[in-house]
């Protein structure tokens, strides 16, 4: 396994970051994310809201918010042992809190628990300040 990047690891989701920002499309606006910590079913990473991402009233968009509570939840999925990506079940969102152009936000998932046949994963959202803007649950069939 020499030189092999460990599913568990800061470098695995540098990587996944770097080829989802490149990738095109929505996945695009991850471009800008930085890994602050991941691995053993986590994922954290920071970023700033850019134009790119707010709705007209120019605080982040709703859907740029669920974009990345199923992104970073399926990261944090895939740290896990024999982490496949899987396909989403349920997305639920509770919209607390407004983030504006130019705050940094800071995203941390965790999966709470990875069964045959499904996972449960949560996410949240917060500022600088520590405050709840986005508080998310996901649940994923991950086959057998």
């Known amino acids: 396994m020499s030189g092999a990047i460990s599913r568990c690891s800061k470098e695995f989701l540098k990587q996944c970051i770097k080829m989802l920002g490149e990738g095109g499309g929505l996945d695009?606006?991850?471009?800008?994310?930085?890994?602050?910590?991941?691995?053993?079913?986590?994922?954290?990473?920071?970023?700033?809201?850019?134009?790119?991402?707010?709705?007209?009233g120019e605080t982040m968009?709703?859907?740029?918010?669920?974009?990345?509570?199923?992104?970073?939840?399926?990261?944090?999925?895939?740290?896990n042992?024999?982490?496949?990506?899987?396909?989403?079940?349920?997305?639920n969102m509770?919209?607390?809190?407004?983030?504006?152009?130019?705050?940094?936000?800071?995203?941390?998932?965790?999966?709470?628990?990875?069964?045959r046949t499904l996972a449960f994963l949560e996410c949240e959202i917060k500022n600088a300040r520590g405050d709840l803007i986005v508080k998310g649950s996901h649940t994923k069939f991950i086959g057998s």
């Open 81 to 91: 042992e024999g982490g496949l990506p899987g396909v989403s079940v349920d997305l």
């Open 28 to 56: 695009s606006a991850l471009g800008s994310a930085k890994v602050i910590s991941g691995g053993s079913g986590s994922c954290s990473l920071s970023m700033t809201v850019e134009k790119a991402h707010m709705n007209r």
């Open 94 to 115: 509770s919209y607390l809190k407004a983030a504006k152009v130019g705050e940094e936000i800071f995203i941390d998932a965790k999966t709470l628990k990875k069964g």
């Open 61 to 79: 968009h709703g859907g740029f918010s669920a974009h990345l509570v199923d992104t970073v939840t399926t990261l944090a999925l895939m740290t």
